[in-house]
């Protein structure tokens, strides 16, 4: 399909960031934001002029080590409609949920819900927590579609012996987006903890803790939210903290430990918020890099990234449509997301094609999967229909 037959859904601001900011992103499409995202050069540069300091050790300065980490927690805040206090720094989605997992008040023989076919990262610490804590986990098979089954969790729900729900905000394999809202509002109706896996969605939708009535979010930074490797945020809502007792348990996170100068004189009151959730020296350098993703998000803003992303999806969704090749992502107004699956009957065939075309995307659970952000470009779409167009039946 030609570019010129493309509506253009980008703003100019969009396309002045990429030039500005990802400028590598150009050489070839590359749709997989979902498995890692490009740094932008504003946390290049940060990473590497902390990096620099380091090295020329008589560089540092104060502002180097908790303000760095502080500014990171003001903005992981502002992207998800927490406040500051409420925002752990931890280094991926698996700690997050961990942090869940053994933190949270569960008594024994208390009942977890998860959905079957969730991403691995929300599914191995609630397994091994019934092996160790003598909780009984419950996994409710997806409908047809491969999707949670909303209805029937909100019938387990509705039983009133579940103490926690753990679901994914978007879903790794097609993009299909949870109603947290009606599931956060369930949880507390029926009394459960709501816990969120949301690497797939923070950073390429708005998402509202509180709106959602979610207990604990956990995220990574490395994919839609553009940032260094080992870097993410955990949200623990303010009520609960003093009720979770942090079972990985660092020295910077108690308050006998404010005063470095007299760090021997141990307490045991914990720091006030969920930053005794963080166990001691932090990837500083990281988290500078990651300060200046999120606030480049921030002013980018996550609802008109969504709009950005679902314009450069929709030609190429009509266009496969046509062609007779099934979707698998859910196209819902409020189903959809950022993350595109589509699968033609050679998947190999159109994969391999893709890969030699420099195209970024993966095959996940028989599908090819795209997920475009907001550095791309409705050329980068026209460039995967020519490059479909070749392989797929005529």
């Known amino acids: 399909m030609p570019l010129d037959a493309l509506p253009h859904a980008a703003a100019p601001d969009f396309r002045a960031l990429r030039d500005e900011q990802f400028p590598y992103v150009a050489r070839a499409p590359y749709l997989n934001a979902a498995s890692m995202g490009p740094l932008p050069e504003r946390a290049r540069r940060a990473v590497d002029a902390y990096t620099l300091r380091r090295a020329d050790i008589h560089r540092m300065r104060g502002d180097d080590f908790e303000p760095t980490a502080a500014r990171c927690r003001r903005l992981a805040s502002s992207l998800i409609g927490a406040e500051a206090d409420e925002i752990a720094l931890l ?62 969790l909100m019938e387990e729900l509705a039983r009133g012996d579940v103490a926690m729900l753990a ?20 949880c507390g109706r029926y009394g459960a903890w709501f816990v969120v896996d949301g690497i797939q969605a923070v950073g390429q939708l708005p998402l509202d803790v509180r709106a959602a009535g979610i207990d604990v979010l956990a995220t990574g930074a490395q994919k839609w939210l553009c940032s260094p490797f080992g870097t993410g945020f955990t949200y623990v809502r303010r009520e609960l903290i003093g009720r979770m007792e942090p079972a990985v348990v660092g020295w910077t996170g108690q308050a006998a430990s404010a005063d470095l100068e007299r760090v021997l ?42 709009a950005h992303v679902a314009g450069l999806i929709d030609p190429l969704a ?39 075309a420099g195209v970024g995307c993966v095959v996940r659970e028989g599908a090819i999967r795209l997920a475009p952000h907001l550095y791309n470009q409705p050329e980068d779409m026209a460039r995967v229909m020519e490059v479909l167009d070749e392989c797929l039946p005529r």
């Not at 869940?100 to 610490?125: K, W």
């Not at 679901?167 to 369930?186: E, H, K, M, N, P």
């Not at 266009?319 to 589509?342: Q, Y």
Request: proline content about 7%.
């Open 167 to 186: 679901i994914s905000a978007v879903q790794f394999t097609d993009g299909w987006r949870a109603d947290l809202a009606t599931l956060g509002a369930a």
């Open 318 to 356: 009509a266009w496969l449509h046509a062609r007779g090749v099934v979707i698998t992502s859910d196209m819902a107004p409020e189903r959809r997301s950022g993350i595109f699956a589509f699968r033609p009957e050679d998947v190999r065939g159109a994969y391999g094609a893709m890969q030699r």
């Open 91 to 152: 280094p991926n989605t698996s700690f997050g949920l961990n942090l869940a997992a053994l933190c949270l008040p569960l008594r024994r023989g208390s009942r977890v819900l998860i959905s079957d076919r969730e991403f691995p990262a929300n599914v191995y610490p609630w397994m091994a927590l019934e092996r160790t804590a003598g909780v009984t986990l419950s996994v409710i098979p997806a409908d047809e579609h491969g999707h949670p089954d909303e209805a029937r």
């Open 265 to 306: 004189d141990y307490g045991t009151e914990w720091l006030p918020g969920a930053r005794r959730f963080e166990v001691s020296t932090q990837p500083w350098q990281d988290y500078a890099g990651m300060a200046e993703s999120l606030e480049l998000l921030l002013a980018a803003d996550p609802a008109r990234v969504q």
